[in-house]
């Protein structure tokens, strides 16, 4: 969990950087700024230290300098708000692969109830979708303080939510599944 946990904080660095400046300052050319200087510092430590990066890195730090660069050039905070939104929609359409969810799950899981993993596959990659949309208008809007509680909260909380409800579906459905099969 604790690798997990780390994971998330080091994908998202930059955004969280990013909030934690603008609700320092409330300067979104600062917090813009420092966000791009961290995400490009933290792939010269992870080069430094001889850690592998893979592909979604690369693309964060690409996403940050281009859109945090475009911030910076032309003082529009839209911009840099609406990076979250291209990690939605890239996930949601990884997500629309039948069975992706599968490697994430224990085997007895996926054989148990194939039919849910799939549709909960398919509810993940719409909720990621709905997300990027939410995220672009209110990028879009340009109400800072807004988009700041929806990236932070609602996106997240939604994610929470969609988590604990697949959990229950899921343990409630092998639950019925394994009261109603024979015994051996």
């Known amino acids: 969990m604790k690798e997990v946990i780390g994971r998330l904080v080091r994908d998202f660095l930059s955004t969280i950087v990013f909030l934690a400046i603008y609700a320092a300052s409330g300067n979104v050319l600062v917090a813009t700024a420092v966000a791009v200087a961290g995400a490009v510092l933290q792939v010269i430590h992870a080069r430094v230290t001889r850690k592998q ?16 660069g475009t911030t910076l050039l032309t003082n529009d905070p839209r911009f840099v708000l609406a990076k979250p939104s291209v990690a939605h ?24 109830i194939p039919r849910h993993v799939t549709i909960a596959g398919y509810l993940w990659a719409a909720l990621m979708f709905l997300l990027g949309t939410g995220t672009v208008a209110f990028a879009a809007n340009g109400d800072i303080k ?19 409800t697949q959990y229950l579906v899921f343990w409630l459905a092998i639950r019925a599944r394994s009261r109603a099969a024979p015994l051996s």
């Open 89 to 112: 929609f890239a996930i949601g359409t990884i997500m629309l692969k039948r069975g992706w969810m599968l490697r994430y799950l224990p085997a007895s899981t996926g054989a148990m």
């Open 146 to 164: 807004l988009w700041a509680f929806y990236v932070s909260v609602v996106a997240v909380g939604a994610k929470v939510l969609a988590f604990g």
């Open 53 to 68: 990066l893979n592909l979604m890195a690369y693309a964060s730090l690409g996403l940050v300098v281009v859109l945090g």
